[in-house]
Nanobody
Framework: QVQLVESGGGLVQAGDSLRLSCAASGRTFLTATMAWFRQDPGKERDFVATIHPSGGSTDYADSVKGRFTISRDSAKNTGYLQMNSLKPEDTAVYYC?????????????????WGQGTQVTVSS
C-alpha cells in the first residue's frame, strides 16, 4: 500500500517557477513508477510526466517538455515536479500518482495510488 501527499502548490505569476513535492509512505513506492497529472475543473485529468523507479527514465507531455522536470529521491521516499517558465494554461490541480510495475504509462487508469492534489494557479 502507498499513500501519497502532495505539497508546494500556490499562486504565481507567468514566468515564475514552482516545485511540487509528493511524499510517499510505504516501501512499495521504492519500486513503483511515479507520475504527475493535472486537472482543470470540468475537464479530464491530463498526464504531465512520469519517472521509472530507478529515476533513469522519464516521459513528458509535449505541453510541458523542456519546462518541467520530474525527479525522485528514494532516500526520502519523495517525488518532485520542478515547474519553470509557468504559463496561465498550467493552472490546474496537480496530482501525484504511483503504479506497481516498471513501464512508463500515460493513462490515469494505469495508476493504483493517488494523492489528494495541490492547486497551482498561474496569473498572467
Amino acid at each position: 500500500q502507498v499513500q501519497l501527499v502532495e505539497s508546494g502548490g500556490g499562486l504565481v505569476q507567468a514566468g515564475d517557477s514552482l516545485r511540487l513535492s509528493c511524499a510517499a509512505s510505504g516501501r512499495t513506492f521504492l519500486t513503483a513508477t511515479m507520475a504527475w497529472f493535472r486537472q482543470d475543473p470540468g475537464k479530464e485529468r491530463d498526464f504531465v510526466a512520469t519517472i521509472h523507479p530507478s529515476g533513469g527514465s522519464t516521459d513528458y507531455a509535449d505541453s510541458v517538455k523542456g519546462r518541467f522536470t520530474i525527479s525522485r529521491d528514494s532516500a526520502k521516499n519523495t517525488g518532485y515536479l520542478q515547474m519553470n517558465s509557468l504559463k496561465p494554461e498550467d493552472t490546474a490541480v496537480y496530482y501525484c500518482a504511483a503504479r506497481r510495475g516498471l513501464l512508463l504509462k500515460r493513462g490515469e487508469w494505469e495508476y493504483d495510488y493517488w494523492g489528494q492534489g495541490t492547486q497551482v494557479t498561474v496569473s498572467s
